[in-house]
Nanobody
Framework: QVQLVESGGGLVQPGGSLRLSCATS????????IGWFRQAPGKEREGVSC?????????RYADYVQGRFTISRDDAKNTVYLQMNSLRPEDTAVYYC????????????????WGQGTQVTVSS
C-alpha cells in the first residue's frame, strides 16, 4: 500500500528553523512528484512547495516562502525534505506531503496520495 509519513514538526520561536521529512513507500518514488501543503484552522489547504520526479527534480515555491524554505529529495531513502528557515507565526499550520505522477501541480485536488500531517507552531 502507498504510504507517506511526515515528521519533524514542533514548536519553534519566530526566526527559528525546522526540517520536515516525508518518508514514502508502496510506489516507485523516483517517478513521482512530491508536494508540501499546509492548512491552518478555518483556512483552505494551500500549496507550499513541490519537487518533480527524479528525471528533472524541478522545484516550485509559493511566494510567501520563497527564499526561506527549500525542498529536496533523497532518492536512495525515498524521502523528501522541507527545510524551513526564518519561520513566522503565520507559518503555523499542519503540514502535509502528497504525491502525484511526474510533474508538480499547484492544487491539492491534483495529488493522489497523502500523509497524515505534522503540526508546526511558530510562537514566542
Amino acid at each position: 500500500q502507498v504510504q507517506l509519513v511526515e515528521s519533524g514538526g514542533g514548536l519553534v520561536q519566530p526566526g527559528g528553523s525546522l526540517r520536515l521529512s516525508c518518508a514514502t513507500s508502496g510506489f516507485i518514488f523516483n517517478y513521482y512528484a512530491i508536494g508540501w501543503f499546509r492548512q491552518a484552522p478555518g483556512k483552505e489547504r494551500e500549496g507550499v512547495s513541490c519537487i518533480s520526479s527524479s528525471r528533472d527534480a524541478v522545484t516550485r515555491y509559493a511566494d510567501y516562502v520563497q527564499g526561506r524554505f527549500t525542498i529536496s529529495r533523497d532518492d536512495a531513502k525515498n524521502t523528501v525534505y522541507l527545510q524551513m528557515n526564518s519561520l513566522r507565526p503565520e507559518d503555523t499550520a499542519v503540514y502535509y506531503c502528497a504525491a502525484r505522477s511526474a510533474v508538480c501541480a499547484r492544487n491539492a485536488y491534483e495529488f493522489d496520495y497523502w500523509g497524515q500531517g505534522t503540526q508546526v507552531t511558530v510562537s514566542s
